[in-house]
């Protein structure tokens, strides 16, 4: 568990979303823990581990070292990872990988298109935005209409889930909301502002069925005022994930930053061996 001096060091010493100690906690549900320079978190059965340290550059060997050492310690039924370079000694079994770069945004440096500023003035005609620090059904339902949509796989749809739990849990998250004429929410944007240094946009959904052209420009344009005026100097746009994404990230100045590796291993069948093997020694 944290200390609340640990959790204000890592807030102040972040620069990646996943260094967001209420943020991943809400998401993960698991509880905090501060080793080696790392954050992990631990979760019924399954330990989580951030491979970006806090104060030094990354390190291959010392970070499978801790790996190691970490599963002796918790025997996790499951192992996730995410880390700059993919481990290569991590224990065989069902594994789930994927890679991709972080994507931020210097806010010194925010170029504001001819298009981008259309969509905003369209947007603006037709839409207002509110900062809100809840959700309500109707978030739920926009959420489900995108899930209907875009079928986005099981991480995204855990995110989305996720979502009001975090919002509950922590000073540092906000919903942007935008709203039409009729009162109904057209898009929404959910950020984390915790960490000291930057904020994070997390995740985001936008009506088709009502669609109004620059709303996630109008949400975004929001989200980069918010960020400086609470003194932070980059925003965190996520993943790149697909090439429409990468798009919209990239028509606001957000630039590859760092390499981002995730997997996640599947060491049940791995612990219940060891334990036959400590109770058959034991007779």
């Excluded at 298109?113 to 809840?134: C, F, G």
């Amino acid at each position: 568990m944290l200390t609340a001096e640990e959790k204000a060091t890592i807030l102040d010493k972040a620069y990646i979303p996943e260094h967001s100690v209420d943020l991943i906690s809400g998401i993960s549900g698991g509880e905090p823990f501060l080793v080696e320079d790392c954050l992990i978190h631990w979760k019924q059965g399954e330990l989580i581990l951030n491979g970006y340290p806090l104060t030094r550059e990354f390190d291959l060997r010392k970070f499978e070292a801790m790996a190691n050492r970490l599963q002796q310690r918790f025997r996790p039924m499951r192992l996730s990872y995410i880390t700059p370079q993919r481990p290569l000694s991590l224990p065989a079994g069902s594994v789930e990988t994927a890679s991709d770069d972080y994507y931020t945004l210097d806010l010194q440096d925010v170029p504001m298109l001819p298009p981008v500023r259309r969509n905003i003035r369209n947007a603006s005609r037709h839409l207002t935005v509110e900062k809100a620090e809840s959700m309500n059904p109707s978030h739920r339902q926009l959420m489900d209409e995108f899930v209907a949509r875009v079928n986005p796989g099981p991480r995204v749809k855990r995110l989305l889930d996720r979502m009001p739990a975090f919002l509950q849990g922590t000073s540092g998250g906000i919903v942007l909301n935008a709203i039409d004429g009729s009162g109904r929410l057209n898009a929404f944007y959910v950020a984390d502002l915790a960490p000291v240094h930057f904020s994070t946009y997390v995740i985001g959904c936008y009506s088709k069925r009502n669609y109004i052209t620059g709303a996630s420009d109008m949400l975004m344009a929001t989200m980069v005022a918010l960020s400086r005026q609470t003194g932070k100097t980059t925003i965190h746009l996520g993943l790149g994930i697909n090439d429409g994404l990468r798009r919209f990230k990239r028509k606001w100045g957000g630039m590859p930053t760092r390499p981002y590796q995730m997997g996640t291993v599947d060491l049940k069948y791995r612990t219940i061996l060891t334990g036959i093997r400590e109770f058959l020694k034991q007779r």
